[in-house]
């Protein structure tokens, strides 16, 4: 017995000679006379009465046995070799540090043996290529699982499942969460720790109500510094800044004085706010247990240290508020204690594991180096250790032999199927409550619509005034991926993928005014379009257009439109599938290198109203003006097989280089001739943008009524065209093999086979064959319908004692129990309805079943010779 155990003896006798005095000091003052003071104050001492607080530990989850490996079951000699190490290692820490709380060493798992929690993680590498990368696997761990919040919350917990557990029930506490989201990690290449010490009340619940949508946060830009413009010998200097210095100087600081009012105030709402917001004082703040990851930097090319919250499945920096300590730390290969100060939290904390200063190790085969700097000494030593290399292997491995090194993980491999994992969320769904937002996540092929996740802002913190929605979709044969719906403007924007008919990206408009001709912006895919469209942007009475990469340079094109002419009477169906009337179109081209500057069109104006059209030409790289040409058209110009006229007067020109030949009256009727052409292909581009504008919108409703999903090929569970063609596949193979059983079924073999199989039947055989064949049958038949009755009767039974007990407890019964009658005499009723019609429709087909096997048998080759 060591001295620990002494220890404890002695405290025990004292506590007992305690006790047994009070209760002779009790005795004594019973059988003493108490005077009145005496009585009056023991009557005022009575009236102080308390109650203790009672609690009731919730029971634990049992599991079968029988569902485990013998893993589970049993320790190997090892483990119970570790076992007891971790038993020595807890008594001389309790021994040496009396004040620190328990460490978590060796819970029981779901078969009630005690197991290290070092076992207890099992470094794994899943097929998905999401948990590849440590923000995946957390986010996974994070929605695939539910919850369990430690009870006591400043206990730690009795027992750990197991990971394989732990993703079969899709639910656990922090620890669990912890175990199992290391054990991907680590399979995964990165350097992962569980951390088990204490966190804030917001943490340990998962209370994010106070904290911002991650997908709400801004990312942070990377400012790049603006290049200094290198000053050349003989460049231009700037002209002199004649304004007064001490004028500037004073508008500079009235500038700052304003700033940092404005600096102030915002920091006094802030600060008004955050105080507003804060959380109530938490009785066991500092006490809450919780534990979590840690990522070590090095492996991974993961390059600083950071903490994962397992139930969030966010990042958070080593200095983090969220948690207030830290009592050790474990992996698959060793276990570590802390012995730094966390009176600060975590803020300050050093993680260098192989430090023995602040971190206690167990096992000696620390994996974590230890820095150290060869004196002069041993530098002069090194000649004698050669001298003995052979000997010092020896005793190296001599001493290697005696370490303990961590046994092989007893937990199952952990196993996912691609059902689960493509479901993410327990049954499918999950959400979350933020700071004046709320997110709601979905399986993939779970909605109708293809949606995978909305998030909801809103103006307050109860969540009743709503700002915008943001939805996710995916799988959508539209391939529509994101709608964002403002409540407050009406506006709608939706995005999507590449392949759409129509190339389109990006659509805007009002949810008020969905119809063409209003107010609306589409993006396209221009790479993918024949005639480069990269934007369209449209309004009751304007369109502009915006292109790229063209073989005719044209990058704008802008359209003004008129007000339809009102008419009394009937509207005519034809002039309803016109468009609006056209003002103005405008056409802009980049520069062709081809062509001298100044006949190359850089601006192309269709005044349509005043029949007129202005040309603007590219500047010459010398010049600062561009040539410009305006022609009238003539009064017959929209008449089919008419002669144009054409004079001077219809004519205006300004050119740049007098030196230049002026055009003749030939060339400007060609050039005016080309331009009627032109203005005719515009118009008849603008109506084809009209009616493409028209037959998108008629898509999306469509598309929107259907919300068909994009089923591969290969799901074979999802896609039902695939299902079908199996399931009527299997239906014809099953019919088929139902007919050749029905030609291979020889009723009289087992009879025959009595009377030694003869080759051929005499007539006495013959009637004696036929007799047993229809009585077997007879008999067939008459237990069947004993059968049916007997569960008749059972099912019968079954329901009148439940009546009975319901009539019994009726009073005392809850909703819940009433309920749960309820649906068992629906339940009872049906089974006893379907058995009635079972043996009903026994009793009408049994007579036909008889008198066809009688006909069979008279028809019957080998006894048809004999009927």
């Given at each position: 017995?060591?001295?620990?155990?002494?220890?404890?003896?002695?405290?025990?006798?004292?506590?007992?000679?305690?006790?047994?005095?009070?209760?002779?000091?009790t005795?004594?003052?019973?059988?003493?006379?108490?005077?009145?003071?005496?009585?009056?104050?023991?009557?005022?001492?009575?009236?102080?009465?308390?109650?203790?607080?009672?609690?009731?530990?919730?029971?634990?989850?049992?599991?079968?046995?029988?569902?485990?490996?013998?893993?589970y079951?049993?320790?190997?000699?090892?483990?119970?070799?570790?076992?007891?190490?971790?038993?020595n290692?807890?008594?001389?820490?309790?021994?040496?540090?009396?004040?620190?709380?328990?460490?978590?060493?060796?819970?029981?798992?779901?078969?009630?043996?005690?197991?290290?929690?070092?076992?207890?993680i099992?470094?794994?590498?899943?097929?998905?290529?999401?948990?590849?990368?440590?923000?995946?696997?957390?986010?996974?761990?994070?929605?695939?699982?539910?919850?369990?919040?430690?009870?006591?919350?400043?206990?730690?917990?009795?027992?750990?499942?197991?990971?394989?557990?732990?993703?079969?029930?899709?639910?656990?506490?922090?620890?669990?969460?912890?175990?199992?989201?290391?054990?991907?990690?680590?399979?995964?290449g990165?350097d992962?720790?569980?951390?088990?010490?204490?966190?804030?009340?917001?943490?340990?619940?998962?209370?994010?109500?106070?904290?911002?949508?991650?997908?709400?946060?801004?990312?942070?830009?990377v400012?790049?510094?603006?290049?200094?413009?290198?000053?050349?010998?003989?460049n231009?200097?700037?002209?002199?800044?004649?304004?007064?210095?001490?004028?500037?100087?004073?508008?500079?600081?009235?500038?700052?004085?304003?700033?940092?009012?404005?600096?102030?105030?915002?920091?006094?709402?802030?600060?008004?706010?955050?105080?507003?917001?804060?959380?109530?004082?938490?009785?066991?703040?500092?006490?809450?247990?919780?534990?979590?990851?840690?990522?070590?930097?090095?492996?991974?090319?993961?390059?600083?240290?950071?903490?994962?919250?397992?139930?969030?499945?966010?990042?958070?920096?080593?200095?983090s508020?969220?948690?207030?300590?830290?009592?050790?730390?474990?992996?698959?290969?060793?276990?570590?204690?802390?012995?730094?100060?966390?009176?600060?939290?975590?803020?300050?904390?050093?993680?260098?594991?192989?430090?023995?200063?602040?971190?206690?190790?167990?096992?000696?085969?620390?994996?974590?180096?230890?820095?150290?700097?060869?004196?002069?000494?041993?530098?002069?030593?090194?000649?004698?250790?050669?001298?003995?290399?052979?000997?010092?292997?020896?005793?190296?491995?001599?001493?290697?032999?005696?370490?303990?090194?961590?046994?092989?993980?007893?937990?199952d491999?952990?196993?996912?199927?691609?059902?689960?994992?493509?479901?993410?969320?327990?049954?499918?769904?999950?959400?979350?409550?933020?700071k004046?937002?709320?997110?709601?996540?979905f399986?993939?092929?779970?909605?109708?619509?293809?949606?995978?996740?909305?998030?909801?802002?809103?103006?307050?913190?109860?969540?009743?005034?709503?700002?915008?929605?943001?939805?996710?979709?995916?799988?959508?044969?539209?391939?529509?991926?994101?709608?964002l719906?403002?409540?407050?403007?009406?506006?709608?924007?939706?995005?999507?993928?590449?392949?759409?008919?129509?190339?389109?990206?990006?659509?805007?408009?009002?949810?008020?005014?969905?119809?063409?001709?209003?107010?609306?912006?589409?993006?396209?895919?221009?790479?993918?379009?024949?005639?480069?469209?990269?934007?369209?942007?449209?309004?009751?009475?304007?369109?502009?257009?915006?292109?790229?990469?063209?073989?005719?340079?044209?990058?704008?094109?802008?359209?003004?439109?008129?007000?339809?002419?009102?008419?009394?009477?009937?509207?005519?169906?034809?002039?309803?599938n016109?468009?609006?009337?056209?003002?103005?179109?405008?056409?802009?081209?980049?520069?062709?290198?081809?062509?001298?500057?100044?006949?190359?069109?850089?601006?192309?104006?269709?005044?349509?109203?005043?029949?007129?059209?202005?040309?603007?030409?590219?500047?010459?790289?010398?010049?600062?003006?561009?040539?410009?040409?305006?022609?009238?058209?003539?009064?017959?110009?929209?008449?089919?097989?008419?002669?144009?006229?054409?004079?001077?007067?219809?004519?205006?020109?300004?050119?740049?280089?007098?030196?230049?030949?002026?055009?003749?009256?030939?060339?400007?009727?060609?050039t005016?001739?080309?331009?009627?052409?032109?203005?005719?292909?515009?118009?008849?581009?603008?109506?084809?943008?009209?009616?493409?504008?028209?037959?998108?919108?008629?898509?999306?409703?469509?598309?929107?009524?259907?919300?068909?999903?994009?089923?591969?090929?290969?799901?074979?569970?999802?896609?039902?065209?695939?299902?079908?063609?199996?399931?009527e596949?299997?239906?014809?193979?099953?019919?088929?093999?139902?007919?050749?059983?029905?030609?291979?079924?020889?009723?009289?073999?087992?009879?025959?086979?009595?009377?030694?199989?003869?080759?051929?039947?005499?007539?006495?055989?013959?009637?004696?064959?036929?007799?047993?064949?229809?009585?077997?049958?007879?008999?067939?038949?008459?237990d069947?319908?004993?059968?049916?009755?007997?569960?008749?009767?059972?099912?019968?039974?079954?329901?009148?004692?439940?009546?009975?007990?319901?009539?019994?407890?009726?009073?005392?019964?809850?909703?819940?129990?009433?309920?749960?009658?309820?649906?068992?005499?629906?339940?009872?009723?049906?089974?006893?309805?379907?058995?009635?019609?079972?043996?009903?429709?026994?009793?009408?087909?049994?007579?036909?079943?008889?008198?066809?096997?009688?006909?069979?048998?008279?028809?019957?080759?080998?006894?048809?010779?004999?009927?």
């Amino acid at each position: 017995m060591d001295s620990s155990d002494l220890n404890e003896g002695e405290v025990a006798e004292n506590e007992n000679d305690d006790v047994i005095k009070e209760e002779d000091e009790t005795e004594r003052e019973e059988g003493e006379d108490l005077t009145e003071d005496a009585e009056a104050l023991k009557a005022e001492l009575a009236k102080i009465v308390v109650h203790p607080p009672s609690y009731e530990p919730s029971p634990m989850e049992e599991f079968d046995q029988a569902e485990f490996s013998p893993s589970y079951k049993d320790n190997l000699p090892k483990e119970n070799l570790v076992l007891q190490y971790a038993e020595n290692f807890r008594r001389q820490m309790v021994q040496l540090y009396r004040d620190r709380k328990p460490l978590s060493l060796n819970p029981v798992n779901e078969c009630g043996v005690e197991k290290f929690v070092c076992t207890t993680i099992r470094p794994t590498l899943l097929e998905f290529k999401e948990l590849y990368n440590w923000d995946g696997a957390a986010e996974f761990v994070a929605d695939y699982l539910n919850i369990e919040p430690l009870k006591p919350e400043y206990e730690l917990p009795k027992r750990l499942i197991s990971p394989a557990t732990v993703l079969r029930r899709q639910k656990g506490n922090c620890f669990e969460y912890s175990t199992l989201l290391c054990s991907l990690l680590i399979g995964a290449g990165y350097d992962a720790y569980v951390i088990s010490g204490y966190a804030t009340k917001e943490t340990c619940l998962a209370d994010e109500s106070r904290d911002i949508c991650p997908l709400l946060k801004k990312k942070e830009e990377v400012k790049e510094e603006a290049k200094k413009r290198e000053m050349k010998k003989y460049n231009v200097k700037p002209p002199r800044d004649l304004r007064s210095k001490f004028e500037l100087k004073q508008e500079a600081k009235r500038d700052a004085e304003k700033q940092a009012e404005k600096e102030k105030l915002r920091k006094e709402e802030e600060e008004r706010i955050a105080e507003m917001e804060k959380p109530p004082p938490d009785p066991y703040y500092g006490l809450r247990v919780h534990a979590w990851v840690l990522v070590l930097s090095g492996k991974r090319e993961v390059p600083e240290n950071f903490f994962i919250e397992p139930f969030t499945g966010l990042s958070h920096p080593m200095d983090s508020c969220n948690y207030l300590g830290i009592e050790s730390a474990w992996n698959n290969v060793n276990y570590w204690v802390n012995m730094q100060d966390c009176s600060e939290g975590v803020k300050g904390l050093s993680f260098d594991l192989g430090d023995p200063t602040v971190w206690e190790y167990m096992f000696p085969n620390n994996d974590k180096p230890l820095l150290k700097v060869p004196d002069a000494e041993d530098d002069l030593n090194d000649m004698d250790d050669d001298e003995h290399v052979e000997h010092g292997d020896d005793d190296e491995e001599h001493e290697v032999e005696k370490y303990l090194d961590m046994p092989p993980s007893w937990v199952d491999a952990l196993k996912l199927s691609l059902r689960d994992f493509q479901m993410r969320c327990p049954h499918g769904k999950k959400t979350k409550v933020y700071k004046r937002a709320k997110l709601e996540k979905f399986a993939h092929y779970l909605m109708k619509d293809g949606l995978i996740s909305r998030l909801s802002v809103y103006e307050d913190r109860e969540l009743t005034d709503l700002i915008k929605v943001h939805e996710y979709y995916a799988h959508r044969l539209d391939k529509l991926t994101q709608r964002l719906t403002n409540h407050r403007t009406g506006q709608v924007c939706e995005n999507f993928d590449p392949g759409r008919p129509r190339c389109l990206k990006e659509h805007q408009f009002k949810s008020s005014a969905p119809g063409p001709e209003n107010e609306r912006v589409m993006l396209f895919y221009h790479v993918a379009r024949v005639d480069g469209l990269v934007k369209r942007e449209e309004t009751p009475s304007e369109m502009t257009e915006e292109y790229d990469n063209r073989d005719d340079f044209l990058y704008y094109k802008y359209v003004e439109f008129g007000k339809r002419a009102k008419k009394f009477g009937p509207q005519e169906t034809s002039s309803a599938n016109k468009g609006r009337p056209i003002n103005k179109m405008i056409q802009k081209f980049h520069r062709n290198r081809s062509k001298p500057a100044n006949e190359d069109i850089a601006e192309l104006i269709f005044h349509i109203a005043e029949d007129k059209i202005q040309l603007s030409y590219h500047t010459e790289d010398l010049r600062i003006a561009a040539s410009t040409r305006e022609f009238l058209k003539p009064p017959n110009w929209d008449e089919k097989g008419a002669v144009l006229t054409f004079s001077s007067e219809m004519h205006q020109t300004f050119q740049v280089d007098p030196t230049l030949p002026m055009n003749k009256q030939v060339e400007l009727y060609e050039t005016l001739m080309e331009l009627l052409k032109a203005e005719e292909k515009c118009r008849n581009e603008v109506r084809d943008s009209q009616n493409e504008v028209r037959n998108i919108l008629d898509d999306r409703t469509k598309e929107e009524a259907a919300s068909e999903l994009d089923i591969s090929v290969y799901d074979t569970e999802r896609n039902e065209k695939a299902k079908k063609h199996r399931r009527e596949l299997e239906r014809q193979q099953l019919e088929e093999k139902m007919r050749k059983q029905e030609m291979d079924i020889d009723y009289l073999a087992p009879f025959l086979a009595k009377i030694g199989s003869p080759e051929k039947l005499s007539k006495q055989q013959a009637f004696s064959l036929k007799e047993e064949c229809l009585a077997d049958l007879k008999q067939r038949l008459i237990d069947k319908a004993n059968l049916i009755q007997a569960r008749f009767e059972k099912e019968s039974q079954e329901l009148e004692k439940k009546q009975a007990w319901y009539q019994q407890n009726q009073v005392s019964m809850g909703k819940e129990d009433e309920e749960e009658y309820l649906t068992y005499c629906k339940e009872a009723i049906f089974r006893i309805h379907i058995l009635d019609l079972r043996l009903t429709r026994h009793k009408e087909q049994a007579p036909h079943k008889y008198m066809q096997l009688e006909q069979k048998l008279r028809n019957d080759d080998r006894l048809s010779e004999f009927f």
